[in-house]
């Protein structure tokens, strides 16, 4: 639709090989083999298989065991996605177009939404990484022993460490680009705005797992069960509340540095800088007890080998990237695109396989024995702590 061919946009898409105009309708379908260059289907198919298998595994925990976790998770995470995600392609239609213009755009995708804005694999890639850093913190056993807050900002570390390994490399490989001059993208880190990096990878899936457990997770551990319009209202809950952290938890940035990019810049590291410390020395040391216990009271295989499954896809990307990455001029490749930052990817790897390695040595749950315990170490849900201890 030429209407919603902003000038920001149309010159995202022009950069990228696409006119605007031409971007098909509410749902488009084009071949994978006629897209942009090969990585654009790999990654596609890599995040949207993910996702349908987390949501496979969400609802299998459902019935199994009683535990909606899992799925209040994912439908939290597509909830927030559709809160967050328009307004920022159509902000004239949402009436904020004096405040926030075209922040970026993706490139065509085998399935698109709305114009092209939105591909699918976006609406896929919330809740797989909401999946893996959840369950690789919750299998670390932090939530049990630290509680809702610290368990979530864990969540947002281990999050930021698979995402940002994704977000340094779209802009290289055409996945997306990102609107150099929007005062909201600013600072840069290399070809990231350093928002993204702190508030899309780290304080939204923190804000998240917050809400996801607090709502849910911890009356969960506790036994309780809940109905189907129970959890209907709360999934709706956390995808809007989730939200509204993600506007409150990067405030000192957006408030304190309004007048300066530096400042703004300086906050937000130093914002990411605290969470990063915090989840570091709590994740070592729950890593440390959990290796001691004799058996781990939860475990998810699903997210341990498609976590590592994501990663070897993302190596293999990344390695494909590297002759024009080392052949970029001023952070730009021959082909004219921007690239991240390879030093700050190879340290989110280390994270992200360290945390993904933990999951592995840590003591494996026994099967389920015959007395009906769901969990090693837990009563079957809806049976309180105290009624199964005597």
Do not use: K
């Not at 928002?195 to 809400?211: H, N």
């Not at 970029?328 to 990817?345: E, F, H, K, R």
């Amino acid at each position: 639709m030429a209407d919603l061919c902003t000038p920001t946009f149309d010159e995202l898409s022009t950069a990228m090989g696409f006119a605007c105009d031409e971007v098909g309708g509410l749902v488009a379908v084009r071949s994978p083999f006629g897209l942009e260059n090969w990585t654009l289907p790999v990654l596609e198919l890599t995040i949207v298989l993910g996702s349908l298998l987390a949501l496979v595994y969400a609802i299998v925990r459902v019935r199994r065991h009683g535990d909606p976790t899992n799925i209040v998770l994912w439908f939290g995470a597509t909830a927030f996605l559709f809160v967050i995600e328009p307004p920022l392609y159509f902000p004239d239609a949402f009436g904020i177009e004096q405040h926030v213009d075209t922040m970026f755009a993706h490139n065509l995708f085998t399935v698109e939404f709305l114009w092209g804005r939105l591909p699918l694999y976006i609406v896929a890639i919330y809740p797989l990484m909401a999946t893996i850093a959840f369950e690789i913190v919750r299998m670390l056993g932090v939530f049990r022993r630290y509680g809702v807050i610290l368990g979530a900002v864990c969540v947002g570390f281990v999050h930021h460490a698979f995402y940002e390994i994704f977000d340094h490399l779209g802009p290289q490989l055409r996945w997306w680009e990102w609107s150099l001059d929007n005062p909201i993208n600013l600072p840069f880190f290399d070809a990231v705005p350093l928002p993204s990096v702190v508030v899309f990878a780290a304080l939204w899936p923190m804000s998240l797992a917050l809400c996801v457990q607090f709502f849910v997770g911890r009356h969960v551990d506790a036994g309780r069960q809940f109905s189907a319009g129970t959890l209907v209202w709360r999934t709706v809950v956390i995808g809007l509340a989730a939200s509204v952290g993600v506007f409150v938890l990067p405030l000192p940035a957006t408030v304190f540095g309004a007048g300066s990019d530096t400042v703004r810049g300086v906050l937000y590291a130093a914002e990411l800088a605290v969470l990063c410390v915090v989840a570091v020395v709590i994740l070592a040391r729950q890593w440390s007890r959990a290796r001691r216990d004799t058996q781990s009271p939860y475990s998810n295989d699903f997210v341990r080998w498609y976590a590592v499954a994501y990663l070897v896809v993302m190596a293999g990307l990344w390695l494909s990237a590297l002759p024009d990455y080392f052949g970029a001029v001023d952070g730009v490749t021959d082909n004219g695109d921007p690239i991240g930052s390879l030093w700050y990817t190879i340290g989110c790897f280390a994270i992200a396989i360290a945390c993904v390695a933990a999951t592995f040595t840590i003591p494996r749950r026994p099967a389920a024995p015959a007395d009906g315990h769901t969990e090693a170490g837990q009563p079957p849900a809806g049976t309180s702590t105290a009624s199964a201890t005597a």
